[in-house]
Structure formats: C-alpha cells, structure tokens
C-alpha cells in the first residue's frame, strides 16, 4: 500500500480546486476525495468540516495572498488610504484572474445569488476589517451613534462596491480583462471623491461608463 501524503491546509484547497475544474462538479464525499488523493481522512478534517467549508476558505486564502502581496510592498506602506485601496483591488483582482475558471465556476453555479455570496462570507469579514484599519477620512459628525452609523454605512458601502467589481468581472470579456481595471478606478475614485465632496466629474464619468459597459453585456 502507498503512503499516505502529508497535505497542508494550502494542499487541500488545491486539490480540491483542481477536482471540481476537471470534472465539473463537487467530490461524493469526504472519503473517496481522500482517497483519490492519497491522504488520510484525519488530515481533511483538521483543516475543514466539509467541502462548503473549503469554498469559504478559497476565497480567504484569496483575501490572504493579496495582503502577503501588499505587505512585502515598501511603496505600498507609504500610500493614502484611497492609493491602498487601489491596490488592495489590483492585487486581489490579479489573484482572482489567475484562479478564473474555478471562481467561475462556483459564483456562476449558484442560481440564488444568496447561496453563492456565503461561500464569501470569510471574505466579507476580513475586507471590512481591512476597511476600518485603512482610516479613510469622512465628516466628523461628532456624535457617537452617528459616527458608528457612519462607519457601519462605510463598510458595508465598501463591500457592496467590491461584490459588483467581481460581478462586473465575471461578464468582462475584454482583453486582460482592461475593462475590470478600468471599473476598478473610477468606482473607488468616485467613492472617495463622494466621500470628500469633490467635484461631481468622476461621478458623471463613472455614470457614462456604467451605462456604456451594461448596453455592450446585454446586447
């Protein structure tokens, strides 16, 4: 009998990844991907409950190679908070389209778009946290409830932004996905412009590429 590979957490995310690419759909069970794989039941368990567990942890492990990125950065370190975010998005879009037949394949699966977004619940709560660590500069409302209102109003407006991103570059079919890139700079410029009260060009410009771009994706 053969023995039995050591496998990672890493390792698992992979070969499962590698599974759902090649035939299309998800493992029977626990123990013939195991088997399949020539390790030991034991060691799946110790990463992960189930199979809905590793899709969660994909798109940490995502989240979690953009910021290993970000962090071997020195220029990054110097950035504002609205250049960080840029970044941030770059980076982790970058990861996304070195990956793009399996995210594909799992946020395209789900035909209630709710089941799909829980696979990106873990992804949620790391961006929000990466939100509030970003100290982006708003109006002071000097008041308490209004200020946690404010802040709790500014994460989920940030998630909200990244979840269309990744549905606007899902149906990019653009070369090097260009489009995505382009969507990526005028929605977080106008976001932080909004949030600065400055001139109302980048909110008409992103308007008209908005418009531009959902005309070409259904026509």
């Not at 590979?5 to 029977?28: A, G, H, Q």
């Not at 977004?117 to 109006?139: C, D, R, S």
């Not at 990244?162 to 549905?167: D, G, S, Y």
Request: proline share 1%; glycine share 2%; with cysteine.
């Amino acid at each position: 009998m053969a023995k039995k590979k050591t496998v990672n957490k890493n390792d698992i995310i992979s070969l499962y990844m590698d599974y759902v690419l090649e035939y299309n759909e998800n493992p029977k069970t626990v123990y013939a991907f195991c088997k399949a794989n020539n390790f030991n039941e034991a060691d799946f368990y110790n990463y992960f409950a189930s199979f809905e567990a590793i899709e969660k942890g994909v798109f940490e492990a995502f989240y979690t190679n953009t910021i290993n990125v970000l962090d071997k950065s020195d220029d990054y370190k110097t950035f504002d908070a609205r250049n960080k975010l840029l970044s941030f998005y770059f980076t982790f879009f970058e990861i996304l389209t070195s990956n793009r037949s399996y995210v594909v394949y799992v946020l395209n699966n789900y035909k209630n778009k709710m089941k799909g977004l829980k696979k990106l619940m873990p992804l949620k709560k790391h961006f929000t946290h990466y939100i509030q660590n970003l100290n982006i500069e708003t109006l002071d409302l000097k008041q308490e409830k209004l200020e946690k209102l404010k802040n709790k109003t500014l994460e989920e407006s940030a998630w909200v932004q990244l979840i269309l991103t990744i549905e606007f570059w899902l149906n990019d079919t653009s070369s090097a996905f260009e489009k995505t890139d382009i969507f990526i700079e005028k929605s977080v410029n106008t976001s932080f412009d909004l949030l600065n009260v400055s001139p109302l060009k980048s909110v008409v410009d992103f308007g008209k590429f908005l418009y531009k771009e959902k005309f070409q994706f259904h026509n």
